[in-house]
């Protein structure tokens, strides 16, 4: 579930901040032509962190959004020994 995006969040998700935290994160991702979320969890979960390659993934109206270099990264919880979510940033991203 997605909890925060900023105004270019909202715009490539095409979400409105109501909607937004009905976004999972393998409904932006999945189908993306480099990212396998069951290989690319196990490093944020490890690492902290992933930096995607390249690639694409999907807004919510279902319109493919290129990017340049996504990252992903582990947020935690307050107890400090959990995983509370995970951050998204994508770079240089335009619709395709």
């Keep these: 579930m997605c909890i925060y995006a900023n105004h270019a969040g909202l715009n490539m998700l095409e979400t409105t ?12 991702l999945d189908g993306s ?22 690639g694409y993934c999907r807004s919510q109206m279902n319109r493919r959004v290129s990017y340049e270099q996504a990252m992903v990264w582990a947020v935690q919880a307050p ?3 959990s995983v509370h979510c995970l951050a998204l940033a994508f770079i ?3 619709f395709i």
């Design 79 to 81: 107890d400090g020994g």
């Design 92 to 94: 240089n991203w335009s």
């Design 33 to 54: 032509n480099n990212v396998r979320l069951d290989v690319v969890l196990p490093i944020i979960m490890q690492e902290g962190y992933a930096i995607l390659p390249p």
């Design 17 to 28: 901040i109501d909607n937004l935290q009905r976004i999972t994160v393998y409904s932006v």
